[in-house]
């Protein structure tokens, strides 16, 4: 079992962790996610099947790039649409 730590932006709430949560434990191999919101950092536990990049790519396409990313405005407004869908969702 590998363990990636990733320091990202954008985080702001439950919301964005739910998001984040299900969409990086429904790629192949991953075993468990923990999302720090103090940190602003993803914990992801895997088999080693994926790479660190496969992962900052995933979590890049919710809006929330790695913290030494540019993080401009598209990607803040993609947050706020990932926040938002993880607060519905149940």
């Known amino acids: 079992m590998k363990n990636e730590k990733i ?27 923990v ?7 993803v914990t992801i536990s895997h088999n080693d099947i994926l790479t660190r990049s496969d992962f900052t790519k995933k979590l890049y396409s919710l809006g929330y790039p790695e913290a030494t990313e540019e993080n401009g405005l598209l990607l ?3 947050s ?11």
């Open 7 to 33: 320091l990202i932006a954008n985080l702001k709430c439950g919301g964005c962790e739910k998001t984040i949560i299900s969409n990086i434990m429904d790629l192949e191999g991953v075993e468990s996610v």
């Open 35 to 41: 999302v720090n919101q103090e940190e602003d950092s």
């Open 76 to 78: 803040q407004l993609k």
């Open 80 to 90: 706020y649409v990932s926040c938002a869908i993880g607060r519905m969702s149940k």
